[in-house]
């Protein structure tokens, strides 16, 4: 049986390292029977890193073709570092030159999304956050004109001052860019709930997806990133938790799983794990579980 059979044509997997080259995750999240996966194209803690080569992006190709991870299934991560609406110029210079880094590196693959946090605007107000953001990728869009990967920006627990915690900061960030073959969005179930977005049962997961498709539009919904949540409704702290064991529940994701507006959108996992990943095999084989399921889980 092919991977993406596992799924009933959902591509799902979870996040997986790099450690020794972009090339040795397709084989990692093969073992733990990812049909999508997330990456970092660089080591996420740091400014910098060398350079993916010819060879490596060759190898890294020939993995996922090997292991039947399709490549419009993998996603990327941006280093957390970046932070866009930042007041500091210096962080502001730095911040353009990595996203622009991990763009090339992204499409050096041929990873078709780049998953990046809206950024912190630091007290000089979420409009001017805003702003700066969608001037500051409209410039590296122009210079990046060739490039193939969406910048994909990821909803957020929105706490201090942190733009993403409510729809209407990620469609006002797209909206300002106004560059739509370059630009998505990335669901996180762990951030939205904690950002006050309620998808435990029926009613309020239905209330919640209603107002995504209006603010946002599931047109623009790129990536899922599938966490349960460590802390309850609105409580805003970004907490990952295995699934099923959080405040979310099971019954949230069996809705998300059988939602066929996320139908065509790659989903990982974040949640914690050892060297091992037995972690990843136990909250995958959770989810495909829910795949299909048609009476409310608990
Ligand atoms: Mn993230
Ligand atoms: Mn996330
Ligand atoms: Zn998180």
Redesign the pocket.
């Known amino acids: 049986m092919t991977p993406k059979a596992l799924d009933g044509g959902l591509a799902i997997g979870s996040h997986m390292s790099t450690a020794g080259g972009v090339d040795k995750a397709p084989a990692r999240g093969a073992s733990v029977d990812c049909t999508a996966m997330q990456i970092f194209v660089k080591n996420n803690q740091r400014w910098e890193g060398p350079p993916i080569t010819d060879e490596a992006a060759e190898a890294y190709r020939r993995e996922l073709a090997r292991t039947n991870i399709p490549p419009d299934a993998v996603f990327a991560?941006t280093c957390y570092l970046i932070n866009l609406a930042s007041t500091k110029e210096d962080l502001v210079r730095k911040s353009v030159a990595a996203l622009e880094d991990e763009l090339n590196r992204c499409d050096k693959l041929g990873v078709p999304g780049l998953?990046m946090h809206p950024g912190a605007h630091l007290g000089q107000g979420r409009d001017a956050g805003i702003a700066q953001i969608a001037r500051l990728c409209r410039e590296i869009f122009a210079r990046t004109t060739d490039n193939r990967t969406r910048l994909l920006f990821?909803t957020t627990v929105g706490t201090g001052t942190n733009i993403g915690g409510e729809f209407e900061d990620l469609r006002d960030i797209l909206d300002a860019i106004d560059m739509e073959p370059r630009t998505g969005v990335?669901l996180?179930t762990?951030?939205i709930f904690a950002a006050g977005y309620d998808i435990r049962e029926k009613k309020p997961y239905e209330n919640t997806m209603l107002k995504f498709s209006e603010i946002i539009g599931f047109e623009r919904l790129r990536a899922v990133?599938l966490?349960d949540s460590k802390f309850g409704l609105g409580e805003r702290k970004d907490r990952?938790e295995h699934i099923g064991q959080g405040h979310i529940g099971v019954e949230g994701f069996r809705l998300l799983l059988n939602d066929a507006r996320f139908a065509k959108v790659p989903m990982a996992l974040?949640t914690p794990k050892d060297k091992d990943m037995t972690e990843d095999r136990a909250n995958l084989e959770v989810l495909r579980g829910l795949i299909g399921k048609k009476t409310p889980a608990r």
């Open positions: 991560h998953v990821e990335c996180d762990c951030h990133h966490n990952h974040e």
